[in-house]
T-cell receptor
Framework: GAGVSQSPSNKVTEKGKDVELRCDPI?????LYWYRQSLGQGLEFLIY????????KSGLPSDRFSAERTGGSVSTLTIQRTQQEDSAVYLC?????????FGPGTRLTVL | AQSVTQPDIHITVSEGASLELRCNYS??????LFWYVQSPGQGLQLLLK??????LVQGIKGFEAEFKRSQSSFNLRKPSVHWSDAAEYFC????????????FGAGTRLFVKA
């Protein structure tokens, strides 16, 4: 596609359930990033991929969070046993070199 | 360590007035610098970027930014604000090539009054 796409656009879940968020980067972009944006806050870096490997996982807030990328393309961010504090917008970005291009985000609400 | 400071949490300007959003960064070498805009419910859109060369950078939607090494600043400007410019603006700094961790400022929310 022309831009970064994310699905679902909105996700409402119950506390304790697992969720999967998907990101489709711009075709050919080798790097992929996940960020979290809580209400009224800036961007919190979570993880980035270069190809299928994740050189920097330093931003993952707990071991309930994990991410994978397959085929150098699609990435999935998984949150296990969701908590209310996980409620946020999760943004994905991709890049070929320095400039990152963002998707529209997935709004996650944990009840 | 790299860091980005946007000193103004929010700014209100009148439509047609000029705008300047401040950004200061901390980085040891020449940084890559970015401004992004986020409209309500939307993702981030790149406004402009500075890598090297001319320190005055032109972007989309009539925005420009000036890199001042001596002040470690990269302020965003627009000569005449439109109501549609109301949004959140993020300054960011990055380094290296290929994938890397871009550091974002906390953002400045712009309100435009009629």
């Amino acid at each position: 596609g022309a831009g970064v796409s994310q699905s679902p656009s909105n996700k409402v879940t119950e506390k304790g359930k697992d969720v999967e968020l998907r990101c489709d980067p711009i075709s050919g972009h080798t790097a992929l990033y996940w960020y979290r944006q809580s209400l009224g806050q800036g961007l919190e870096f979570l993880i980035y991929f270069q190809g299928n490997s994740a050189p920097d996982k330093s931003g993952l807030p707990s071991d309930r969070f994990s991410a994978e990328r397959t085929g150098g393309s699609v990435s999935t961010l998984t949150i296990q046993r969701t908590q209310q504090e996980d409620s946020a917008v999760y943004l994905c970005a991709s890049s070929l070199e320095v400039t990152q291009y963002f998707g529209p985000g997935t709004r996650l609400t944990v009840l | 360590a790299q860091s980005v400071t946007q000193p103004d949490i929010h700014i209100t300007v009148s439509e047609g007035a000029s705008l300047e959003l401040r950004c200061n960064y901390s980085y040891g070498a020449t940084p890559y610098l970015f401004w992004y805009v986020q409209s309500p419910g939307q993702g981030l859109q790149l406004l402009l970027k500075y890598f090297s060369g001319d320190t005055l950078v032109q972007g989309i939607k009539g925005f420009e930014a000036e890199f001042k090494r001596s002040q470690s600043s990269f302020n965003l400007r627009k000569p005449s604000v439109h109501w549609s410019d109301a949004a959140e603006y993020f300054c960011a700094v990055g380094a290296g090539t290929g994938g890397f961790k871009t550091i974002f400022g906390a953002g400045t929310r712009l309100f435009v009054k009629a």
